[in-house]
T-cell receptor, first 115, second 111 residues
Framework: DGGITQSPKYLFRKEGQNVTLSCEQN?????MYWYRQDPGQGLRLIYY???????QKGDIAEGYSVSREKKESFPLTVTSAQKNPTAFYLC??????????????FGQGTRLTVV | GQNIDQPTEMTATEGAIVQINCTYQ??????LFWYQQHAGEAPTFLSY????GLEEKGRFSSFLSRSKGYSYLLLKELQMKDSASYLC????????????FGKGTRLSVIA
């Protein structure tokens, strides 16, 4: 079955540690995105990538880093510089421009808690 | 700037009809999307409008007026399982640019 997979579903991190969230898709989508969701805040864009080996900062990129070495994969690293990392992280993907104006498909999310 | 507004919470009765409004102000416009999100789960796609008018999909319909920067999601024959958050999102440029989301409307369906 085609889809987008995030792992792990729950993640606990000690303060001062970096942690990497995995996102893999087998939909052959060109574009991938990372959003953060906090209660009452909606989805806020962290980083996005429209093509392999290229990515752009979103609205809240500080304290995060990404890579896009393969079309299928877009991992997100939450660094110790992120002041308030506890949140629900959602990865999404969508087709490239040749696919028209299509919706984004979401992974099941990773809930990160700093302890 | 970009601004997408929707009511924070709504309550409706099982079997009834509910309308969730969304207004937007974005630098460009290339489509409006509605998603449903149950607590702790991923958003799932419901509908898409790029031209003015009504799009119907079973119990769900979505309407768009580009001149007014306005959309609504209409849910008919409400069921308890429709209790969820409903997210309005806009793509402001072509192709695969990121969606910009509103804060979502939490709908509670009561018996």
């Amino acid at each position: 079955d085609g889809g987008i997979t995030q792992s792990p579903k729950y993640l606990f991190r000690k303060e001062g540690q970096n942690v990497t969230l995995s996102c893999e898709q087998n939909l052959n989508h060109d574009a991938m995105y990372w959003y953060r969701q906090d209660p009452g805040q909606g989805l806020r864009l962290i980083y996005y990538s429209q093509i392999v080996n290229d990515f752009q900062k979103g609205d809240i990129a500080e304290g995060y880093s990404v890579s896009r070495e393969k079309k299928e994969s877009f991992p997100l690293t939450v660094t110790s510089a992120q002041k308030n990392p506890t949140a629900f992280y959602l990865c999404a993907s969508s087709m490239g421009p040749q696919g028209g104006n299509t919706e984004a498909f979401f992974g099941q999310g990773t809930r990160l808690t700093v302890v | 700037g970009q601004n997408i507004d929707q009511p924070t919470e709504m309550t409706a009765t099982e079997g009834a009809i509910v309308q969730i409004n969304c207004t937007y102000q974005t630098s460009g416009f290339n489509g409006l999307f509605w998603y449903q999100q149950h607590a702790g789960e991923a958003p799932t796609f419901l509908s898409y409008n790029v031209l003015d008018g009504l799009e119907e999909k079973g119990r769900f319909s979505s309407f768009l007026s580009r001149s007014k920067g306005y959309s609504y999601l209409l849910l008919k024959e409400l069921q308890m399982k429709d209790s969820a958050s409903y997210l309005c999102a806009v793509r402001d440029w072509r192709g695969n640019t990121p969606l910009v989301f509103g804060k979502g409307t939490r709908l509670s369906v009561i018996a």
